[in-house]
């Protein structure tokens, strides 16, 4: 099969757009194998479909999803992010240059680390060695520049806490954790500190 072809059969014969997740698991097996060439295809490809740079290099969780199929998002190749992360358009995750910072197991970074259930919401930029903790909800157009705390919500520009996620008020921000959508109220408030 030539590869037009194959990005067709992909494609659907065009009668959809697939997701940049969709497309970033397609080229997993081509990551595995270190086929540079299909990777930088695959790249190539959301670069064409939703104006976004996410390589299939990026490392990413189970879950992850993108608002609108992904479009305008630059992702660092090198970021690191969670299960059932949640990305609106025209978000970047990038690094800035001269920073580093070491992570849980020792190794260097100078890139975002977004872990498990966060919500960055559309336009924002989150930039450099920055951890952005569990449950960390990124408001729209914000510019974070420092760790967040777990089960928070930031806003603004430079980012700041403006409020804490616990069980009294988790049902609020449900809409925002996809991926939990399938718990009920009691199973998904258990997940939350008091």
Known sequence: MKLGEHFINILGGLDSVPSIQYLW????????KNDVRMIKKYQNLILVLHNSFVSPETKMGDGVSFGYGGIGVVLHKNCVIGNGVSISQNVTLGGTPGSVSKDESGKNFFVPIVKDNCYIACGSKVLGVVVLEKFTVIGANSVVLSNTEPFSVYVG??????????????????????????????EYTLLFPS
């Open 25 to 32: 698991k397609e080229a997993q097996e081509y990551v595995v």
């Open 157 to 186: 520009n430079p980012a700041r806490k403006v409020k804490n996620i616990r069980k009294e008020n988790c049902l609020k921000y449900r809409g925002f954790f996809r991926s939990l959508q399938l718990l009920n109220d009691i």
